[in-house]
């Protein structure tokens, strides 16, 4: 019996090792890793430069809070900041922190300035912005919300895609909007990029704030750095995490200047973010990703997954209703709930990938390594279960 609590369904599969593309299990079996530990371990597994220097940082420091100067923390900052709209950085070890901290910059923003009735905040249905009582509260679907009452109240949910019902719901309490560019978690959709259009310029006219939810969608995954930068559309607050480390727990929320001024020494903190070891792999991986032609490999891979895909679609349109979203974060939905058994399947065949949606959408999200060797792998074996399973 196992002593974990029991809030996932997982593949009973002990796996040991990681190496690239590849994990390996107890008895030496080898996957083709598309699942990236949920859109992670973007530079693969055990990448040999981070490994080299998270090694190098472990003999000279771990940790010493943030009542300390940190120099790799303010080189990241500096790097990420010249790389952004933003002019200020703070560090986390989880996406949902960043969440938090976000929720914080807005609504303290507004009480400096002494408009303390400005404090709702308008989010989407169907994001997710991750498992604490606030994040819940600002997104998740009913079943992650489920039995967690009292939520918190201030937050005010808006069908995607219709900035008439987002326009309706602004008032004189509206603090900010925040949105996943992809929704991810909630099934892989893209929100038009009209509509984000539509969406900055509301919040620009009203003068609120928008925050941007790039902890899944960010860093690599859609060809550039973040998303905002493929579409053009500059938020005020940005939060992220997931690739930051490549699997070391790092995460951060993005700001403008005015925003961060609100906050002052004794408002907000955390003990491990943005720690030395944190920041070194931060660092790590950041000069990975900045290298000459990384994102242009990113983006020519993602064409080839999207036209393997779209094939697979074709061949199974009886069973595959769409196959949506960007870059190397791809969803297959299903006309019937069987992702588990496709999933499941493709795992024994030796890939690993996810599910999401209620069993509808199988998710696609390799480390932005993979090459076309590797998509033709996956997709024939998703070929094959997709096959054997309808
Ligand atoms: C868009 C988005 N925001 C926030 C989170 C929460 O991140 P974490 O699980 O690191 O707390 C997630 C996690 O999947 C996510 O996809």
Request: aromatic fraction near 8%; charged fraction near 20%; charge should be positive.
């Amino acid at each position: 019996m196992s002593h974990i609590v029991n809030s996932y369904n997982r593949l009973k599969i002990p796996i040991i090792r990681g190496e690239g593309m590849y994990l390996f299990d107890q008895g030496g079996k080898k996957y083709l890793d598309f699942a990236a530990g949920i859109a992670t371990t973007s530079l693969g597994h055990c990448h040999p430069y981070i490994v080299e220097k998270l090694k190098e940082q472990l003999d000279s420091l771990w940790h010493c809070s943030n009542l300390l100067t940190i120099p790799q923390q303010a080189l990241l900052a500096e790097r990420l900041v010249s790389l952004t709209f933003a002019d200020k950085i703070f560090f986390y070890s989880s996406g949902l922190e960043a969440t938090e901290a976000a929720i914080k910059f807005i609504r303290r923003y507004f009480y400096i300035k002494g408009r303390k009735k400005r404090n709702r905040i308008i989010t989407i249905e169907g994001g997710f912005h991750g498992r604490s009582i606030a994040a819940i509260s600002a997104g998740g679907n009913e079943r992650s919300r489920e039995g967690f009452a009292p939520l918190l109240s201030g937050f005010d949910k808006v069908p995607k895609n219709n900035i008439q019902a987002l326009e309706e719901k602004i008032s004189d309490e509206t603090a900010a909007v925040f949105l996943e560019p992809i929704q991810s978690e909630g099934g892989v959709y893209s929100l038009d990029v009209e509509y984000l259009q539509q969406v900055r310029q509301v919040t620009k006219d009203q003068g609120i704030i928008l925050c941007f939810d790039e902890v899944q969608c960010g860093y690599g995954r859609i060809g550039s750095l973040f998303h905002y930068q493929n579409i053009g559309i500059e938020p005020d607050i940005l939060t992220c995490a997931k690739a930051m480390g490549n699997g070391f727990p790092i995460a951060a929320c993005l700001t403008k200047d005015y925003i961060a001024e609100a906050i002052t020494p004794g408002t907000h903190g955390s003990t491990y973010g943005g720690n030395p070891l944190a920041m070194t792999v931060g660092n790590a991986v950041l000069d990975i990703m900045l290298k000459e032609g990384f994102f242009t490999h990113v983006q020519k891979v993602s064409k080839y997954l999207r036209k393997k895909l779209l094939y697979l679609a074709e061949k199974f349109s009886k069973k595959v209703l769409e196959v949506r979203g960007e870059g190397l974060l791809i969803g297959i939905e299903l006309k019937s709930p069987i992702a588990d058994k496709i999933v499941d399947q493709c795992c024994s065949k030796g890939l690993m990938l996810t599910k999401i949606l209620n069993n509808r959408v199988i998710r696609v999200t390799p480390p932005l390594i993979v090459k076309n060797e590797h998509i033709d792998i996956a997709c024939d074996i998703l070929y094959d279960s997709i096959a054997s399973n309808f």
